[in-house]
């Protein structure tokens, strides 16, 4: 009986080479390489060199939406074309701590109220839990007479703290390490007052003296707090 005699493939380790796992559908690369890149970008980074498939995979939206940024700087000064691509392609995937960073930056120290204001308004859009304490600081900030951005302002805070990941002191000493890594150029004003257009009730607004003043709310308590500490001005 003749055996024919089977040629022995060497693997391919190549950097940028081929590799069996192009058989795999897409989707589960993907999700596999997005809990990756939520723990360290420098696994990340790693794996994409393993094969070119990853490499591909790696710049996927999804992946990069849940790029963890702790190797990174809270405001990089110093950086270089490709961490500032990176970044950048970060935001444009909708990361939330790379929007919310961003539009740090842009609203207190750069003073681009309007764009730095959006971008934290996207961050807490996807739940980020600073992001969200920020922009109901800010709406607060901006309401003066405006009930409606007065009313977003509290709801957003209260929804926070309602949430059962939310802790206080945790969101204080997260907002402390980000203000302190900031030029302040940019200070928020709270104006606590108490009148009958700003009452809110358990079960909603009402224009009537039966309800929790601002000044009582647990969503204005809560937020001078926070806001005293960052050294912002009430």
């Not at 930056?105 to 996207?122: A, D």
Request: glycine content about 6%; some cysteine.
């Amino acid at each position: 009986m003749l055996v024919k005699k089977m040629k022995r493939t060497e693997p391919n380790n190549k950097v940028g080479g081929g590799c069996n796992i192009k058989y795999l559908p897409k989707d589960l690369l993907t999700h596999v390489l997005a809990r990756v890149a939520s723990g360290s970008i420098a696994d990340l980074f790693n794996v994409e060199q393993s094969c070119r498939d990853f490499l591909e995979v790696g710049n996927d939206n999804y992946v990069l939406q849940h790029a963890c940024m702790d190797s990174f700087h809270v405001v990089p000064w110093l950086r270089s074309y490709m961490a500032s691509l990176f970044l950048r392609r970060c935001r444009e995937s909708g990361n939330a701590e790379a929007l919310f960073r961003q539009g740090m930056l842009e609203y207190f120290t750069l003073l681009e109220t309007e764009s730095g204001l959006v971008l934290l308004q996207r961050a807490a859009h996807k739940g980020h839990i600073e992001a969200t304490y920020v922009v109901g600081i800010l709406l607060l900030s901006l309401s003066h007479c405006e009930n409606k951005l007065r009313r977003q302002g509290l709801n957003l805070l209260s929804c926070l703290k309602r949430r059962h990941c939310f802790r206080v002191e945790q969101c204080r000493k997260r907002m402390k390490h980000v203000v302190s890594n900031l030029w302040i150029h940019y200070n928020v004003n709270v104006d606590i007052r108490t009148c009958n257009c700003w009452n809110t009730c358990r079960r909603g607004w009402e224009e009537d003296n039966y309800g929790v003043t601002c000044s009582e709310s647990p969503a204005l308590n809560l937020a001078s707090g926070i806001v005293k500490q960052l050294g912002f001005v009430i």
